[in-house]
C-alpha cells in the first residue's frame, strides 16, 4: 500500500477486476478524451495476465472507497522504451485534488523502486484538468505530439519529470528499491 495524505494506491487484485472493467466500459467514468472500449471479463482477464499489461493501482480514499486508478507500462511511441504513467478518477471525485496526488505517489513509487531516469505522461491537447494534475506534480510540458492515431487524430502533449526535478517524496510508506 502507498500510503498518501488524502489517497492510498494499492496494487490491483483479481477482485478488482470487475470494477475495472465497469469503469473502462463507462464513458462518463473514462471521460471525453479516452477512445470508448468495451471489454469483456475474459478479454480483461487475458490482458492483465499478459506481460504489455500496465500494472494497475486501485485510488482508495482514507475511508477505502474506491475512486479511480493509476497505471504504469512501458511506451515505445518509437522512441525506444520509456515509462509512461496514466490515470483515471469518479466524475464525482474530481476536481478535489485525490488525481494529483496519486499521480504524485505512483512517480514517488517510480522513483524510489526503479533505477529511472524519467516518468512521462501523454495526455489530449484539450484536456485542461489533466494538464493541471501534471503541473502540480512538477512535471513539465515538452511538447506536442501532432495527429497522433488514437480516436480521432487529435493532437497530445507530452509531459515528464526527469528524476532530478523529483521533490521530496509525497509516500508516507516507503518502498525498498529493487
Known amino acids: ?14 477482485e478488482d477486476l470487475s470494477l475495472i472493467q465497469e469503469w473502462l466500459n463507462n464513458p462518463e467514468f473514462m ?5 470508448p ?3 469483456t471479463r475474459a478479454e480483461l482477464e487475458k490482458f492483465e495476465s499478459s506481460p504489455f499489461a500496465p ?14 486508478y493509476t497505471i504504469h507500462f512501458n511506451s515505445y511511441l518509437g522512441l525506444g522504451e520509456l515509462l509512461e504513467i496514466g490515470y483515471a478518477i469518479a466524475p464525482s471525485e474530481r476536481g478535489k485534488g485525490y488525481c494529483t496526488e496519486a499521480a504524485q505517489l505512483i512517480v514517488d513509487y517510480l522513483f524510489l523502486s526503479m533505477d529511472i531516469s524519467r516518468v512521462q505522461a501523454v495526455i489530449s491537447t484539450r484536456n485542461k484538468a489533466s494538464e493541471r494534475v501534471l503541473e502540480k506534480a512538477n512535471f513539465t510540458r515538452e ?12 493532437d497530445l502533449y507530452l509531459y515528464s519529470i526527469l528524476r532530478e ?5 509525497k509516500i508516507l510508506t516507503r518502498t525498498e528499491k529493487k
Open 165 to 169: 526535478e523529483w521533490k521530496e517524496p
Open 143 to 154: 511538447g506536442t505530439i501532432r495527429r497522433h492515431v488514437r480516436g480521432a487524430r487529435r
Open 37 to 39: 472500449t468495451q471489454r
Open 55 to 68: 500494472k494497475t493501482f486501485i485510488i482508495e480514499k482514507k475511508d477505502g472507497s474506491k475512486i479511480g
Open 31 to 35: 471521460g471525453e478524451f479516452i477512445a
Open 1 to 14: 500500500m502507498l500510503e498518501g495524505k488524502n489517497v492510498n494506491l494499492r496494487v490491483m487484485e483479481k
